[in-house]
């Protein structure tokens, strides 16, 4: 089936760190593209560190302090890029979005466009449903430490919807949750993204939750990224990182072979080591990879892959 057109495209975007008084801004994310479409979720995944939040924030002009899109292009429909309308966040800590003092009914109240205040019980009592809650009146008089963490996270997400976005970011919204709890919030926003005509951008460290929800992923690794296509690349992965991280979940089967992790680790801001990012924790490096930076290379079914060795063979090559 084909994809629907964008509702937001990113293109080599660039983000560069600026400490004060430094000489020099350090790269933070670079060459990172990709599209969001309405009905489709996209996971953004890689370890801590990746720049995967960083990439995000740039969305909705919500950059940290020091940091600023040097280069590249955000492309959307006139509103959308605008966060808390157009586009909307979830973030792991619901204490980011949810003010203790106030009901959680009046927050999500205030959240809506002026049009639906109009109706504003009506709205409310739906955007708590759909989100789950068979109580939503108990629920909208509720402070939010009455409520659980998966509780707050739901309503959160009322929080977020009740402004109509056209693309929802999900920062890690399942981490501090319990593994049930998190499951069924996954299960609800791929709901939402599908009957609203949502499109959504799930981040997450997770390849194992990415499989169960996302249509289309992008792995990143120190700012760039390094493997994406459909979600089903994850069958016949091309990246070592991307290899890696799958020999990494945790696996029920009684035959399942030992969890192995990635040995070593992201490396820190600034300190990203020349040519391939991934080349001292690789275990296919050759001694190319530490001189040349792979660039994202496509093969069938809009499947990419940044690496020398993986790399998809150019049309001319593969043609006899
Ligand atoms: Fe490994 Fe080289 Fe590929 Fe990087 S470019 S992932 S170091 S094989």
Redesign the pocket.
Known sequence: MTAPAPVLSARDLRIVYRAPGAAAPVPVVEDVSFDLHPGRMLALVGESGCGKSVTAAALGGLLPRGMELASGRIDAAPGVLRAGRGLAYVFQDPGECLDPVFRVGRQIVEAMPPADRRHSADRLRALLVQVGFHDPDRVARSYPHQLSGGMQQRAMLAMALAGRPRILVADEPTTALDVTVQARLLRLLADLQRSGNLAVLLITHNLGVVAEVADDLLVMYAGRAVESGPVSLLSSPR???VEGLLRALPRLAPDAPPLEGIPGQVPALGRRPAG?P??PR?P???PG?ATAV?HPTRGPAGHTVA????AFPSPSESTP
């Not at 690496?307 to 993986?310: A, M, Q, S, T």
């Open positions: 990246h070592p990182y391939c991934f080349h690789c296919l490096a050759r990879c792979p690496c020398h060795v993986r």
